[in-house]
C-alpha cells in the first residue's frame, strides 16, 4: 500500500483499531480544552479533617455495626435489670432525643452508612460522667454528665455530635484494625472469611468497643466535626470551649471516666477555637431550635 493509499485509509477508516485511536484523540482534545476553561474547585465550606487510614479495612462495617449492636442491646438489658434505664417522657431524655434528631441530617456528608443506620438514644441513671456513640449510631447519655456539669442544650449538642463523629469517622473500626493487625490477626482473618468462630470475634469485638480509648488525633477529628454538626444543626459553636472548661473543672480530685478517655486541656479549646471562624457562617444561616430544653431545668 503506497503513501497515497494509506492516507487515504486512516482518513476514511472505520475499522476497530484506528476507530480507537479516534476516540482518544477526540477524548485527549476535549480533556486539554476543558483544561482551559475549567473553573477552580470549590473549598468546602466547614472544618477540615485528614483521610480515614485503611487500617479500617481490615475489618468490615457491617461486623463492627453488628457487634456494637449486640453489646449495645446487652447494656440496655443490664440498666433495665438494675432499674437504671430513664423511661421515655421524662424531660432530659425527650431532651437528648430531640438534640439528636437536629444533628442526624448532617451526618450523612460524614458517612453515607449512617443514612441506613437505626439510631438509638437512651439515658442510663448514673452519677457517672460519661457518654458515648457506638458504631451504628447507638448513642448512651449518662445522667451525671448532664446534672454535674448542668450542660446548656449547645453543650449538649457538642459532646453528641463528638461522639456521632468518632462513629462517622470509624476511629472504633480503624484503632482495631490497627490492633489486629498488629497482632497478626489470624482469627480476625478467619472470621472475616467465614473459616472460623465469627461468632465468638464478634461478641469479643463488642466488649472492646465500650472500653476503646482514642487517640489524640481522633479526639481531636472529633471535635471538629461535631462542632460542625452542632453548628449545621443551630447549637452554637461556642459551647464547645466552655464544655471543655466545665470538664477541665471536674476532672479536678479524680477525673471522671469521660475525662480519662477525652482528654482535656487548653491545647484542645485552642484547637477549637481557630475552626470557629470555619463553621460560625454555618451556625449564623442555620436555622435555630424551636424549643429549649435547658430554660426548663
Known amino acids: 500500500m503506497n503513501h497515497e493509499l ?16 479516534l476516540f482518544t484523540g477526540r477524548l485527549l482534545g476535549a480533556g486539554a480544552t476543558l483544561a482551559l476553561v475549567a473553573m477552580p474547585v470549590l473549598a468546602r465550606e466547614g472544618v477540615e479533617v485528614g483521610s480515614k487510614s485503611g487500617f479500617g479495612q481490615i ?9 456494637a449492636q449486640q453489646n449495645y442491646q446487652e447494656m440496655l438489658q443490664q440498666a433495665t435489670s438494675k432499674g437504671l434505664l430513664v423511661g421515655p ?3 432530659q431524655l425527650t431532651r437528648l432525643r430531640a438534640i439528636s ?4 441530617p448532617y451526618t450523612f ?38 446534672e454535674k456539669l448542668k450542660l446548656t442544650d449547645d453543650e449538649v449538642a457538642m459532646i453528641m455530635g463528638h461522639e456521632m463523629a468518632h462513629a462517622l469517622r470509624e476511629h472504633a473500626r480503624e484503632r482495631m ?47 471538629l466535626v461535631g462542632i460542625e454538626l452542632a453548628a449545621r444543626a443551630g447549637y452554637d ?13 471536674a476532672a479536678t480530685g ?31 444561616r442555620a436555622e435555630r431550635p424551636e424549643k429549649r430544653f435547658d430554660v426548663l431545668r
Open 237 to 249: 459553636p461556642h459551647a464547645g470551649v466552655t464544655l471543655w472548661q466545665k470538664m477541665a473543672t
Open 109 to 146: 456528608e460524614w458517612n453515607d452508612r449512617a443514612r441506613q443506620w437505626r439510631w438509638e438514644v437512651n439515658l442510663i441513671n448514673s452519677p457517672q460522667i460519661n457518654a458515648f456513640c457506638m458504631p451504628g449510631g447507638k448513642i448512651a447519655f449518662f445522667t451525671g454528665i448532664l
Open 59 to 67: 475489618v468490615s462495617a457491617e461486623q463492627i455495626e453488628q457487634a
Open 89 to 91: 417522657g421524662t424531660l
Open 101 to 104: 434528631q437536629r444533628l442526624i
Open 177 to 223: 484494625g490497627k490492633t489486629m493487625a498488629t497482632r497478626g490477626a489470624i482469627e480476625l482473618g478467619a472470621a472475616i472469611f467465614g473459616l472460623g468462630d465469627s461468632g465468638r470475634y464478634l461478641a469479643g469485638m463488642g466488649g472492646q468497643l465500650l472500653t476503646l480509648r482514642f487517640g489524640r488525633e481522633d479526639e481531636s477529628e472529633a471535635d
Open 254 to 284: 479524680a477525673p471522671p471516666q469521660f475525662i480519662s478517655t477525652h482528654p482535656s486541656g487548653p491545647t484542645r479549646i485552642r484547637d477549637i477555637e481557630v475552626n470557629l471562624p470555619k463553621v460560625q457562617p454555618l451556625y449564623a
Open 6 to 21: 494509506l492516507t487515504s485509509h486512516v482518513a476514511d477508516c472505520r475499522c476497530a483499531l484506528h476507530a480507537r485511536r
